[in-house]
Nanobody, 117 residues
Framework: VQLQACGGGWVQAGSSLRLSCAAS????????RGWFRQAPGKEREFVAG????????YYADSVKGRFTISRDNVKNTVYLQMNSLKPEDTAIYYC???????????WGQGTQVTVSS
């Protein structure tokens, strides 16, 4: 399975971006998909996740109320709508498949998001 994340860019604080994460195929072991990010000099951190069953979503406290994760089942694509961006949101954003108890796998190439003040 290959994941392709795109939609990043350079924006000013307060702006919005929408990231997309398309999968090359469906995986039976997948229970959902998630977004993570890694800023320079920092460890990768969880941002948002969505479960296929019931469409439940969950977020890191730092992005609650600003970011929204959603899915398009037909396109096998997950989106991350990012509003009210802050400079501290600057990072490389990655998506990955949630395999339940096994954890996240099939990390795609990230997309750079840069937010200037």
């Amino acid at each position: 399975v290959q994941l392709q994340a795109c939609g990043g860019g350079w924006v000013q604080a307060g702006s919005s971006l929408r990231l997309s994460c398309a999968a090359s195929e469906r995986t039976f072991s997948s229970v959902g998909r998630g977004w993570f990010r890694q800023a320079p000099g920092k460890e990768r951190e969880f941002v948002a996740g969505i479960l296929w069953s019931g469409g439940r979503t969950y977020y890191a406290d730092s992005v609650k109320g600003r970011f929204t994760i959603s899915r398009d089942n037909v396109k096998n694509t997950v989106y991350l709508q990012m509003n009210s961006l802050k400079p501290e949101d600057t990072a490389i954003y990655y998506c990955a498949i949630n395999r339940g108890a096994v954890g996240y796998a099939y990390w795609g190439q990230g997309t750079q998001v840069t937010v200037s003040s």
